[in-house]
């Protein structure tokens, strides 16, 4: 090809291409419909988007509303228990209105059970012999008027019997067939139907323990507990343990204080009224480091959460959380807290 055909060429071919790109190029209306379309979808998108969230959030909100309805959680409560009266009885409830309550401030003590010294007696023969027979051990029983053993007088030869002055039990036996009876004792008796706890008080409690104050005696493992009452109180001390004897009169007629035992004693030295106060079983730990006591109202058994202050041991005073006349449960309320944690665990899963 000749250099002027190929210059025209390649001109043309520029010209041609040159051309063909501003066709391609968009009109102005084109544009402008295009950014308003794109306006458009991003408006409605941002308008949609806050009605969705707004929808949304009402929503979540109702739902979570309902949730704390249906589990009991409105208002701050935990749901009340529900328990046919046959349940009740099963776990022993014992529901009692609260009120005022006198709190005893006592004074602890140590001691041991023994026999009531004035309802002992020694038996001894009544003309010296031979002990032919004995019809006791230690730890019979024995009536008043029941034979104990027959003694042969050493005068007359005649046999006789040597009966218990009064209804009890043997504690000591001191003679055995063909020993000779003497002034000495053969038996000792003791009526049990009543007995003694001797307390070790120390001189820094002597001046608050008189005669006549209320005691409450237990058993060393917390399983028995009796009342009783101070009826002497030793004017001298025990050089060996600093201490002064003070007694206590305690019934027995069960026969469930054997002499011998250790005990425990909280001797009454002072009395304070309250005006509002519930029995100590009621309170139980429902939340962390917080007690309450459970109601007895129309919804059922219901815990709510008090605030106390003086305890004795048998009452605790409540500040606040409930009202004077409200139906507390006592004994059995151990029950009730097993069963909220039953609920408790099936509502986390």
Not at 80 to 96: C, F, H, M, N, S
Not at 143 to 162: D, K
Not at 328 to 342: I, M, N, P, T, Y
């Amino acid at each position: 090809m000749k250099p002027l055909l190929r210059s025209t060429t390649l001109l043309l071919i520029a010209l041609s291409l040159a051309a063909c790109g501003g066709a391609e190029k968009a009109p102005p209306e084109a544009h402008a419909d295009e950014k308003g379309h794109a306006h458009d979808d991003a408006k409605g998108h941002e308008t949609g988007d806050a009605h969705d969230e707004s929808e949304g959030h009402k929503e979540g909100d109702r739902h979570e509303a309902a949730g704390k309805a249906e589990h009991g959680e409105e208002g701050g409560h935990a749901e009340a228990i529900k328990l046919t009266p046959e349940a009740r009885k099963a776990a022993g409830l014992v529901v009692a209105p609260a009120g005022p309550a006198s709190l005893i401030e006592s004074v602890p003590l140590y001691g041991v059970v023994k026999p009531n010294a004035e309802r002992m007696r020694s038996v001894t023969a009544r003309f010296p012999g031979v002990v032919r027979s004995v019809a006791v051990k230690v730890g019979d029983a024995v009536r008043q008027g029941q034979a104990l053993a027959s003694v042969e007088s050493n005068e007359s030869l005649q046999v006789y019997t040597t009966t218990s002055p009064l209804a009890g039990v043997i504690t000591e036996r001191l003679t055995n067939p063909g020993e000779q009876a003497e002034t000495a004792p053969l038996f000792t008796v003791a009526d049990l139907s009543s007995v003694w706890v001797e307390l070790s008080l120390f001189p820094r409690d002597r001046a608050r323990v008189r005669m006549g104050q209320d005691v409450r005696v237990s058993a060393t493992d917390g399983g028995l507990t009796g009342d009783g009452k101070i009826v002497f109180v030793s004017p001298l001390g025990t050089g060996a343990t600093q201490t002064i004897t003070a007694r206590v009169l305690l019934d027995n007629a069960e026969g469930q204080w054997a002499p011998g035992l250790f005990v425990r004693a909280e001797v009454s030295v002072g009395k304070t009224d309250v005006p509002l106060a519930v029995p100590v079983a009621a309170l139980q730990e429902l939340d962390e480091g917080g007690l309450s006591v459970f109601v007895d109202d129309a919804d059922g058994l219901e815990p709510r959460p008090v605030k106390t202050g003086r305890n004795d041991g048998r009452f605790v005073e409540i500040l606040e959380g409930i009202s004077t006349g409200d139906p507390v449960v006592g004994e059995g309320s151990f029950v009730l807290k097993a069963e909220q944690g039953k609920g408790g665990a099936e509502h986390g899963h």
